[in-house]
């Protein structure tokens, strides 16, 4: 490999220098380059769209009636912990930007993207969370786009969780194909 004269990165002296200045913003150093408000209430949104959508799966999931309902209610079971999950991740996110996971559920629709519908029958509820998976990937696609490289590791989480949100709008887009597929009638 050739040598260059250029320094990597910054100088480590000036690195130490910077680390020892403002140390009570913990995670948060001088050189991040998103706008630390509009990150924590992006954040915000989408962890209130987590626990809405983990909500509504659990609602499914108790509720859910008919010849198939136990596969599919297994399957509204595992997405709802896995909101979960992303509901934590997006917490500590928060508090690792310094600001404060809004977990009071007043308000909780207003700052989720995705809606409580609940639907009457197994169908109807599926396509629900079909719809709020979409909704989820559109918005978290944007907020991804938005923390770019000013915040790469907030970037990263999204890219995450958006991941698992395109897994499962997968997995509802062929339950609802298999639930709409005739079955075979014995003779």
């Keep these: 490999m050739a040598e260059t004269n250029q320094p990597f990165l910054t100088d480590v002296k000036e690195i130490q220098r910077r680390a020892r200045q403002q140390i009570e913003q913990g995670a948060v150093t001088p050189d991040y380059q998103g706008d630390l408000n509009t990150a924590i209430r992006l954040l915000n949104e989408a962890l209130a769209t987590e626990i809405v959508c983990n909500l509504r799966y ?6 859910a009636v008919g010849i198939h309902y136990l596969s599919v209610a297994d399957e509204f079971m595992e997405h709802a912990n896995e909101e979960l999950q992303h509901a934590g991740w997006l917490a500590e996110r928060i508090r690792q930007l310094n600001g404060r996971p809004n977990l009071n559920p007043e308000g909780l629709l207003l700052r989720s993207h995705a809606q ?4 009457e029958t197994l169908s109807e509820m599926i396509k629900e969370d079909l719809i709020a998976e979409r909704i989820a990937i559109e918005t978290y696609r944007e907020i991804v786009l938005w923390f770019g490289e000013k ?11 958006l991941e698992k949100e395109e897994e499962h709008a997968d997995d509802l887009a062929t339950l609802l194909q298999q639930l709409a597929e005739p079955r075979p009638t014995l003779q």
Excluded: N, V, W
Aim: proline residues 0%; positive net charge; without cysteine.
């Design 151 to 161: 915040d790469s590791t907030s970037r990263r989480l999204m890219e995450r969780i």
């Design 58 to 63: 659990r609602q499914h999931y108790y509720m």
């Design 116 to 119: 409580f519908a609940e639907g």
